[in-house]
T-cell receptor, first 117, second 109 residues
Framework: GAVVSQHPSRVICKSGTSVKIECRSL??????MFWYRQFPKQSLMLMAT?????????EQGVEKDKFLINHASLTLSTLTVTSAHPEDSSFYIC?????????????FGPGTRLLVL | RKEVEQDPGPFNVPEGATVAFNCTYS??????FFWYRQDCRKEPKLLMS?????NEDGRFTAQLNRASQYISLLIRDSKLSDSATYLC??????????WGLGTSLAVNP
């Protein structure tokens, strides 16, 4: 099946720093990418939806100036957590949707665990 | 009322047992339905899509009841490796996916 990669898989940073997470679709072109956040024992919460070449659409309650999303190509989207705080510590997962094997499919990246000290 | 509701469990069953999970959704205009599996500290992985006619994949059977707005997942002859959290996911006509909180399953030897 199609593969979505995320980098880094785990990051620890100091409060106030910025962290960039990359999401790549490796063998298909992702027309749409989704960024989710999951806190322990919680469901996946959609943060934003991004289409290649256009601005991301953020869900209610998600600060667009804090969570910067760039979807520069059909295979790469980045999420930058700016001025990270301990409450931003979470599991961030990207998901890419596009045509793979002739069928529209959505696949998840392996996730990035962010710990802000 | 939550958009997608599941019994969080945990369900503790012995190997070989049959276990069933239900999920209800609130938006009658929902158009796509899925069951995902999520292992501890991992990303969700698609287990199966759910079709109106019901569908089966090996030991797993999924059914959709649009009138009552619920989805079910049946696991037969459960294995230790089936232990995970099972997420019910519903997609609307805007193609946005709404996720349930998940049902935790522990299969014991």
């Amino acid at each position: 099946g199609a593969v979505v990669s995320q980098h880094p898989s785990r990051v620890i940073c100091k409060s106030g720093t910025s962290v960039k997470i990359e999401c790549r679709s490796l063998d298909f072109q992702a027309t749409t990418m989704f960024w989710y956040r999951q806190f322990p024992k919680q469901s996946l919460m959609l943060m934003a939806t991004s289409n290649e070449g256009s601005k991301a659409t953020y869900e209610q309650g998600v600060e667009k100036d804090k969570f910067l999303i760039n979807h520069a190509s059909l295979t790469l989207s980045t999420l930058t957590v700016t001025s990270a705080h301990p409450e931003d510590s979470s599991f961030y997962i990207c998901s890419a949707r596009g045509l793979a094997g002739g069928q529209e499919t959505q696949y998840f990246g392996p996730g990035t665990r962010l710990l802000v000290l | 009322r939550k958009e997608v509701e599941q019994d969080p469990g945990p369900f503790n069953v012995p190997e070989g047992a049959t276990v069933a999970f239900n999920c209800t959704y609130s938006n009658s205009a929902s158009q796509s339905f899925f069951w995902y599996r999520q292992d501890c500290r991992k990303e969700p992985k698609l287990l199966m899509s759910v079709y109106s006619s019901g569908n089966e994949d090996g030991r797993f059977t999924a059914q959709l009841n649009r009138a009552s707005q619920y989805i079910s997942l049946l696991i037969r002859d459960s294995k230790l490796s089936d232990s995970a959290t099972y997420l019910c996911v519903v997609g609307g006509n805007n193609r946005k996916l709404i996720w349930g909180l998940g049902t935790s399953l522990a299969v014991n030897p």
